[in-house]
């Protein structure tokens, strides 16, 4: 409820005036959705006169991992592939920040930026010939016209 969000906010400010790191989701909670939600003003209010820079962050990935929402459900349900892949994205330090729609237009063009960078590393037909390779062992893979089968 209220005080425990309060009581939260005070627990950032206090360890961010004691010098450390706080990493918060701005959006307030996980996405339902996949996508990137309005950020809370619990972020200016963290930070508000404490000098400390914002760190824009962007995690890319995750949905359809165990920590998304994804199937309809939270945390209990079983990894699509494991290991599953994850890329996180870091902005240049935002100091004073306008507000956190500022902040949020940084953290969306990390998630363009990310979105690009993955199109360079997709599964391009021979990185996904040898994961098929790897993952089915001992099964034939290749065959030729002479009819040699290779594993």
Same mark, same amino acid.
């Given at each position: 409820?209220? $005080? ?5 906010? $005070?627990?950032?400010? !206090?360890a961010i005036e004691n =010098? #450390? ?11 339902? &959705? =996949? ?6 003003? =619990? ?12 760190? @824009? ?7 359809? !991992?165990?920590? &998304?929402?994804?199937?309809?459900? %939270?945390?209990?349900?079983k990894p699509r592939r494991?290991?599953? @892949?994850? !890329?996180?994205? %870091? ?6 920040? #306008? ?9 969306? +063009?990390?998630?363009?930026? &990310?979105? +690009? ?11 996904? %010939? ?14 030729? !016209?002479?009819?040699? #089968?290779?594993?």
């Open positions: 409820g209220p $005080k425990a969000l309060m009581h939260s906010i $005070k627990t950032a400010r !206090s =010098g #450390e790191l706080v990493c918060i989701f701005a959006e307030g909670k996980l996405t339902r &959705s =996949g996508y990137l939600q309005p950020f809370q003003s =619990g972020l200016m209010k963290i930070i508000k006169g404490t000098g400390a820079p914002v760190i @824009p962050v962007y995690i890319d990935e995750l949905w359809g !991992s165990i920590f &998304s929402f994804h199937g309809g459900k %939270f945390f209990w349900k494991w290991p599953y @892949p994850v !890329s996180i994205r %870091f902005g240049k330090p935002i100091l004073h920040p #306008e507000n956190e729609k500022h902040v949020r237009k940084v953290v969306q +063009n990390l998630g363009v930026e &990310s979105a +690009n960078f993955r199109k360079t590393y997709q599964m391009i037909a021979p990185r996904l %010939f040898l994961r098929k390779c790897k993952s089915r062992r001992f099964q034939q893979k290749v065959a030729d !016209s002479t009819g040699v #089968e290779l594993t």
